[in-house]
């Protein structure tokens, strides 16, 4: 099983981005966020999401579904989030 870290670092190698460390708790920057979603093309209203937010819209860009147990608490997001963010980018980028 893949640590957030891992599933980011992998994110990242994938769309050709720099890697953003995960903070205190395994927190994932919004900064990583953004900068996958300007990747795929997905801007604008991206900037003003919280973090949970900015998953949903990865997520649902693909056509997949953001289920509510992606939502951690304090507005992060689980690692089955984060892996759902992964399907969805590698999926997208084809």
Excluded: N
Excluded at 18 to 40: C, H, M, N, R, W
Excluded at 73 to 89: H, P, R
């Amino acid at each position: 099983m893949l640590t957030k870290q891992e599933i980011i670092d992998e994110i990242c190698q994938h769309l050709g981005i720099p890697s953003y460390a995960v903070s205190t708790g395994s927190t994932e920057p919004k900064e990583f966020l953004i900068a996958v979603a300007d990747q795929l093309g997905i801007t604008g209203l991206s900037r003003g999401l919280d973090k949970q937010d900015l998953g949903k819209l990865l997520v649902e860009a693909s056509g997949s579904l953001w289920l509510p147990e992606y939502d951690s608490t304090g507005g992060t997001i689980t690692k089955e989030g984060l892996e759902a963010i992964k399907f969805s980018v590698m999926g997208l980028t084809k």
